[in-house]
């Protein structure tokens, strides 16, 4: 994985009229590259939702009572449907670790490509939760992600010991989900989303913090772009996990 704590100034400097306009510039572009990135997601997630859905009973029922067309079936219920469910680790994985040696304009690219795999991925929960709660939880969760972000840019704390403690957290969360994978408990799901909504609430404002002190005013132009670019990843990763675990107890099942 690229470390752009290389790109760091050894040295602080007391911050001029251009350099604050300089990082207000990086921040906004971290933040466009991220608002784009989760447009492409919610697009394309809607897309595959329509067309693996019908208003008009099929042979195909879920046991909420929504019909799956054929696409739907090929894609949800076939082998297929792991293709969907790794590609966009896969793509983030490559993304990280090649970030540092590719165009800004690749990078980019690369980014709304795992983007919309996340929406494909993700596009079942439209087929399990209902509109409004889906709704209602995007908003709840924007309104946080920039309440926190808000805070991890303006705020004179250090939060590097918090990294540590939330990576932490964040493994034992992982463990977590695959224990209960085999348990398939409602008590340990109910903890893992609360619990996941506290560590990417974390995570948004020591990412936030992290990606501000990464900025470097003497950065050439591609070095810059590969920052903004990791810095939308970043911050898109922590919104749509907040989400998701958001909507695992507010959002309302289809057959409630």
């Known amino acids: 994985m690229a470390d752009f704590r290389n790109f760091r100034p050894t040295t602080a400097t007391q911050a001029d009229a251009s350099i604050d306009m300089g990082l207000r510039s990086y921040m906004l572009g971290v933040y466009n590259a991220m608002a784009i990135g989760l447009v492409i997601t919610g697009i394309a997630a809607f897309v595959i939702a329509s067309l693996a859905t ?73 087929l399990r939760y209902t509109p409004a709660s889906i709704t209602q939880t995007f908003f709840i969760s924007a309104a946080a992600f920039g309440s926190l972000s808000l805070y991890g840019y303006t705020t004179k704390r250090d939060l590097t010991g918090m990294g540590s403690f939330l990576f932490m957290g964040l493994i034992g969360l992982l463990l977590a989900m695959v224990v209960n994978l085999f348990l398939g408990s409602n008590a340990l799901q109910f903890a893992i989303s609360i619990i996941g909504v506290l560590i990417f609430a974390g995570l948004t404002a020591y990412d936030t913090q992290t990606i501000k002190v990464m900025y470097y005013e003497g950065d050439e132009a591609e070095t810059r772009g590969r920052k903004v670019v990791m810095g939308a990843l970043t911050l898109y990763l922590d919104f749509i996990n907040m989400f998701v675990f958001l909507l695992q107890f507010l959002g309302q099942n289809r057959n409630s």
Do not use: C, E, W
């Open 54 to 126: 019908s208003s008009d009973p099929t042979p195909y029922m879920l046991p909420n009572g929504v019909y799956l067309t054929s696409f739907g079936v090929t894609f949800y219920t076939s082998p297929f449907a792991y293709v969907v469910m790794f590609a966009p680790l896969i793509a983030v994985f490559f993304l990280s670790f090649k970030i540092g040696s590719l165009s800004t304009s690749s990078a980019r690219m690369l980014f709304f490509v795992y983007a919309a795999l996340v929406g494909l991925s993700l596009s079942s929960i439209i």
